[in-house]
């Protein structure tokens, strides 16, 4: 049974279909080594199910790739609907999540502002300016990333 605030079936035609679009997540999540089915506790994968979707409607849309460099490392890029600008997102790595130290633990939004804002290299403000589905997508990359 649907939801009464369900969205309309949208009639968007997609860049990608679904399956290839399925395939770019899986690839990141093997990349990261995310096993969703050892996540503790529901509400962890619950979270990560969601953003993975979301991650999945990004691929289809045209608005999110990824590229393996030379040397095996993976980035994100976020094509931004509001302006056409890109946003690479390097591969994590240890001093990215440090970008979160000082943000206490129940600011959810400074942290993954803070640590989008790390791995683009451009800072957290830059992340603190996106609107719409564009938000919505590094959201759901922060969340992925915070998993990593």
Aim: net charge negative; with cysteine; hydrophobic share 40%.
């Amino acid at each position: 049974m649907s939801s009464k605030w369900a969205l309309p079936a949208e009639e968007t035609e997609y860049k990608i279909s679904e399956e290839t679009a399925a395939k770019s997540v899986m690839q990141i999540v093997t990349h990261y080594h995310i096993d969703i089915e050892r996540m503790p506790g529901d509400d962890q994968k619950n979270a990560i199910e969601s953003a993975l979707a979301t991650l999945q409607r990004g691929f289809q849309a045209g608005l999110l790739e990824t590229e393996i460099t030379d040397d095996g490392t993976m980035n994100v890029i976020q094509h931004l609907e509001s302006n056409k600008q890109t946003l690479t997102y390097k591969e994590m790595q240890g001093k990215h999540k440090r970008a979160m130290d000082g943000f206490p633990e129940g600011t959810l939004f400074e942290r993954q502002q803070a640590l989008l804002g790390s791995l683009c290299g451009l800072g957290k403000d830059v992340i603190g300016t996106l609107r719409g589905f564009d938000l919505k997508l590094a959201e759901a990359l922060s969340i992925f990333f915070l998993a990593a």
